[in-house]
């Protein structure tokens, strides 16, 4: 029965371009989309911008353009990359929007008519690039802020709290009797050793004097809502959760995608939001690890070692892209990314489906006028392989969404292409073609290539949307509406063309130099 599935990525800030870590976690939720598409699901997919805050305020005072023109112009950054990245978002959430904020603003009016959230003064160390207080112990050994490598900046000022100790037990222990909850594993190890000291009280504004782009907090015009408090309701706001009656039915099956660089908010906080609101937690979290851009540390924006998407789609397209950030980052850790890598990643490719494609297509149309010979019958050794192939991705659709079931299936693709294209070597059909006696078997080695070659496309459509429809449409396969069908001898007798090739060979430009 098909069942709705809510897919989120966070929403990036808005004080620069994105790069390959914010469309790293935005194709991950698409390839997820698709493959819930593929199984006959009803997924929604939501990302947006998160457009309040000191950050984005400073890259604007910087900049100096009137706010509203800026914080357009840097959202539709995003979603450019996303169209190019063939992204298929149901909702975009822009934090500024009006519908965000009243939602915000009546969560918080309702928590604080509650009592739930106390005004105090507050001293403490502020890294502006996680927009958050950090405690001694969070810090590197020179005091500096590990993922910014900036030293925090001591600010006391008075501020809203809201109060998260009284909720550590609880969710202690649904972590603990749901294991699944945050995958991989251990990050539920990493969020279950913040849960051991009690929780201080968490900063829920910023006094204006200081942060002017924000949510108004209703009850003290003094202040704006603290950018987390605000970004994380957009979960639900991109819902309408209040007036949406399949709230509960959608929500249920909710997946939060994060890099593990803010798993305490979306791991700690929000959960405890949730609960204080009246919202259970969201189904899954699945976080990854960073990319390791050149000079060994994380990539990111305020350290300035960034591989610009938008170039490297210009040089070795999107699919490829897509493929390369999928297939590195595995549930084991951080992953390196690098423009030589990159094009390694494009080569590998072409050597592998590039390949298969190619020969199978030009071989077919040298000696079969292009017809696919699918009325011969297959011998026991080729319908088995085909089989295993079929098998193999049959397993890995039959997995929940996770970052390795997204993982293994590029690995699969992978391997099968190799497989087959070994099965195609080996029984060297171009030989087999001059022997008017071996004409059965070159029309079987040529049938169990091209039904293998489908098999294989239909299972990438999701890390490689446009690849796996030029795929199947150069095989007369409609793909209006990809399934999760593998069975095996599906091919007509029908005559194909040789298409263009997938991945041509790359210009010496752009990238290398
Ligand atoms: N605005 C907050 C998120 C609020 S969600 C309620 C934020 N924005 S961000 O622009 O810094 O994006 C962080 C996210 O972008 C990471 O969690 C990850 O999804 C992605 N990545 C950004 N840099 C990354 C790497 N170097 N490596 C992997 N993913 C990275 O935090």
Request: with cysteine; charged share 25%.
């Amino acid at each position: 029965m098909s069942q709705y599935t809510f897919i989120t990525t966070p929403i990036y800030y808005t004080n620069g371009a994105p790069h390959i870590g914010h469309a790293y976690t935005t194709i991950l939720a698409d390839a997820m989309k698709k493959i819930e598409q593929m199984k006959g699901n009803t997924p929604l997919l939501s990302t947006g911008t998160d457009e309040h805050g000191q950050k984005n305020q400073h890259s604007c005072e910087k900049i100096g353009k009137p706010i509203d023109v800026f914080l357009e112009e840097q959202s539709a950054l995003f979603k450019n990359l996303f169209n190019r990245l063939n992204i298929d978002y149901d909702f975009f959430v822009r934090t500024s929007a009006a519908s965000h904020k009243t939602i915000v603003s009546r969560i918080l009016q309702n928590l604080y008519d509650r009592g739930l959230i106390i005004k105090k003064n507050y001293e403490g160390l502020y890294c502006e690039g996680c927009e958050q207080f950090k405690k001694k112990c969070d810090l590197d050994e020179n005091g500096l802020c590990p993922d910014h490598q900036v030293k925090p900046k001591v600010i006391s000022e008075e501020n809203y709290f809201f109060r998260l100790e009284p909720y550590r037990q609880w969710l202690k222990e649904y972590i603990t009797n749901n294991p699944d909850w945050i995958t991989p594993r251990n990050y539920a190890k990493e969020v279950l050793s913040m849960l051991e000291e009690p929780l201080e009280d968490l900063c829920i504004s910023r006094p204006k004097s200081r942060v002017w782009l924000g949510i108004e907090l209703p009850f003290d015009k003094n202040f704006v809502t603290y950018i987390w408090f605000d970004a994380l309701i957009n979960y639900i706001s991109t819902l309408d959760w209040e007036n949406n009656e399949k709230f509960e039915e959608i929500w249920k099956n909710s997946y939060h995608l994060l890099a593990k660089d803010i798993l305490k908010p979306h791991c700690v906080y929000w959960p405890i939001m949730l609960k204080a609101i009246g919202i259970p937690p969201v189904h899954r979290c699945i976080v990854h690890g960073y990319w390791i851009g050149e000079g060994g540390i994380k990539m990111s924006k305020s350290l300035g070692n960034v591989v610009d998407p938008n170039e490297v789609i210009d040089s070795i397209g999107t699919d490829a892209l897509r493929f390369y950030l999928l297939n590195n980052m595995n549930s084991t850790g951080d992953a390196p990314i690098s423009i030589s890598l990159l094009l390694q990643g494009y080569r590998i490719l072409a050597n592998g489906l590039g390949n298969l494609q190619m020969r199978a297509l030009k071989i077919l149309d040298k000696n079969l006028n292009g017809i696919i010979p699918a009325e011969v019958e297959l011998t026991n050794d080729d319908k088995k392989l085909l089989q295993d192939i079929s098998d193999s991705f049959k397993s890995i659709y039959a997995q929940d969404l996770s970052l390795s079931m997204v993982n293994e299936l590029t690995n699969q693709i992978t391997n099968a292409c190799s497989l087959v294209n070994g099965y195609f070597s080996s029984e060297e059909p171009w030989i087999l073609a001059k022997d008017p006696s071996k004409s059965n078997r070159f029309k079987q080695v040529l049938k169990t290539t091209l039904e293998a070659l489908s098999l294989i496309a239909t299972a990438a459509y999701p890390i490689m949307p446009k690849i796996s429809k030029e795929v199947l449409n150069s095989l007369n396969i409609p793909t209006e509406n990809i399934i999760t069908d593998f069975n095996i001898e599906k091919l007509k007798s029908e005559k194909i063309k040789v298409p263009e090739p997938l991945f041509p060979p790359l210009e010496k430009k752009v990238l290398e130099n």
